[in-house]
């Protein structure tokens, strides 16, 4: 894989699937650069070399730093994953302007903030991947999750048509999109011990349909979608929308 691969963290909230992709990468090329957001925190280690950059995906000019300082102490960057995630739930009557703003932000704004800074830099060299996490919510309709859902339709959206304009210059984007992911932002809307129970048998009353393989997933799974789509073994795949979600949208 690349000498050098970029990850940013949309926030702590999401930490499991970073966590997931960072151990991931590092396993593979035996180093991940790991940029988390605005709580400050990184994470990563176990497997490979980890090394923290930090910055603010939403700041365009935190985001040119980081990249800059990854690419002039580790070498230029091959592979970036944009794993950005905010969960603020409610109705669209209940969503604030500061909650749309907020979600926004991070979910879309920091995506095009960061794939734009790293495709910047591979373009002129003709070769690299990107891999942007969104959510099978981009693709199918959720009560209760109108800012996030919209937030990462964006996304998708955002990193397809960047596929197309870069095609030419040899960078494939792609999308991988998971369903239910055992991570803090999955727990944090379970009220108890049933949670996961819930999840995978699905709620008629939300219109969700549940999780036909019956468990939800573990954030190395998300990772290694990741890790297929940024590797050469996917070199002629690009545009694409991978759901990792055990089946729950019926791929509708």
Known sequence: MAESSGVDAGSVSDGGALGGVALGLGAESGRVDVGAASDGRARGGGVGRVVPFVANVGDPQAVARVVADVERELGPIGIGVSVAGVLRPGTVGETTDADWAATFAVNSTGVFTVLREISRRMQPRGSGALVTVGSNAAGVPRTGMAAYAASKAAATMLTRCLGLELAGS????????????????????????????????????????????????????????????????ARHITMQNLYVDGGATLRA
């Not at 792609?174 to 709620?203: C, F, K, Y």
């Not at 939300?206 to 190395?220: K, Q, S, T, W, Y």
Request: hydrophobic residues 40%; proline residues 6%.
């Open 170 to 233: 040899g960078i494939r984007c792609n999308i991988v999109s998971p369903g239910s992911t055992d991570t803090d932002m999955q727990r944090l809307l379970w009220t108890d011990d049933s949670g996961e129970a819930r999840v995978i048998a699905g709620n008629p009353g939300e219109f969700r349909v549940g999780i036909p393989l019956g468990r939800i997933a573990d954030p190395a799974d998300i990772a290694d979608a990741v890790l297929f789509l940024a590797c050469d073994r």
